[in-house]
């Protein structure tokens, strides 16, 4: 059975220690020296946008040596055209490694059970987790550490982002706490997940932004409608609106405290232009990370992990 990269959920903490010592050591070798992909080739199957995760894909396989094929989801057809079984059989025959961005989670999962290859959660609906792991890397960098000693605090929806940098926060023992509505907190079955996975971590729930963020390390927001959500988007500009992050919110955290996004950004509507522009916004050492991140996510499922 090849390893797959669906879900935090199926990492342990010290394949997660590793994989940002990997990052780490990859991002410092001289680019011209690494060639532990050659004549290997990474899938990119994307049914959503993206800028980020399929560029950085795009530019680690590359860095490693290999190539990638990029395909919109709506040219494949994936359990349309031919089903998702048919699909994960006839693509492991070409591809050494897919990364499929989609919407249900469970054709990840499918996806997954039917290939000969790994599978990588480029995001579903439920989790983004290359996204939270490059995170993760962002503030070990920033902070020096990762550790009980840093409190993450997610102001806005309790989605797909939000639920893997939970689940990656306590993996590696950083305090997570989710300042939200209680209309968009996390749902009950990743609450249940993450208390079995976690029994001694409890999943904090905070709904006043202004008591969250109080002693936070790091701030973290995303986009209140997400892709597939658009039609929401009026509703959700009006739970949320007590919860942007805008100067008078970010002074409450730490003085030093560091700002992160996933970006893409709206703009002066989940975060304001002062703190997403401010010294203090790693949004972009953040974004670089996805590549480093990637490109030891790659190195290991193509060479170690198989
Ligand atoms: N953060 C992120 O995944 O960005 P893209 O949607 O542009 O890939
Ligand atoms: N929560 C956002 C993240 C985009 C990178 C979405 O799913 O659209």
């Not at 050659?38 to 899938?43: H, N, P, Q, Y």
């Not at 995760?53 to 290999?66: H, I």
């Not at 309790?158 to 706490?177: E, M, T, Y």
Request: hydrophobic share 45%.
């Amino acid at each position: 059975m090849p390893r797959h990269f669906l879900d935090l959920f199926d990492v342990t903490p010290a394949e997660a220690s590793m994989l940002l010592d990997r990052a780490l050591t990859l991002k410092k070798v001289p680019r011209s020296s690494l060639r532990h992909a050659t004549g290997r080739t990474l899938g990119l199957i994307f049914e959503k946008p993206s800028l980020r995760t399929r560029v950085s894909f795009e530019a680690a396989m590359t860095r490693l040596g290999g190539a990638s094929t990029f395909l919109k989801g709506e040219d494949v057809g994936i359990g349309v055209r031919e089903s998702v079984h048919d699909f994960a059989r006839v693509i492991s025959q070409y591809v050494d490694v897919l990364a499929i961005r989609t919407f249900g989670h469970s054709i990840v999962e499918e996806l997954a059970r039917n290939a000969s290859i790994p599978i990588v959660n480029a995001l579903s609906d439920d989790a983004h987790p290359c996204q939270a792991m490059a995170d993760l890397l962002t503030i070990r960098e920033a902070v020096g550490t990762l550790d009980s000693s840093i409190k993450l605090v997610f102001v806005g929806d309790g989605n797909n982002v939000a639920r893997s940098l939970a689940v990656a926060c306590a993996l590696f023992g950083v305090r997570f706490v989710l300042a939200a509505p209680e209309a968009y907190n996390f749902p009950d079955a990743f609450r249940s997940r993450f208390q079995s996975a976690f029994p001694k971590t409890p999943l904090v729930i905070e709904h006043d932004p202004v008591k969250a963020v109080a002693g936070a390390q790091v701030v973290y927001t995303d986009v209140w409608a997400s892709m597939g959500q658009e039609c929401e988007t009026a509703i959700r500009r009006t739970a949320f609106a007590p919860y942007q992050v805008n100067a008078a919110l970010f002074a409450r955290a730490d003085r030093d405290a560091i700002f992160l996004h996933c970006l893409p950004a709206h703009r002066n509507e989940e975060v304001t232009d002062d703190v997403l522009d401010s010294d203090r916004s790693l949004v972009i050492p953040q974004a670089a990370n996805r590549l480093h991140f990637q490109m030891a996510l790659l190195d290991w499922l193509l060479t170690d992990a198989c």
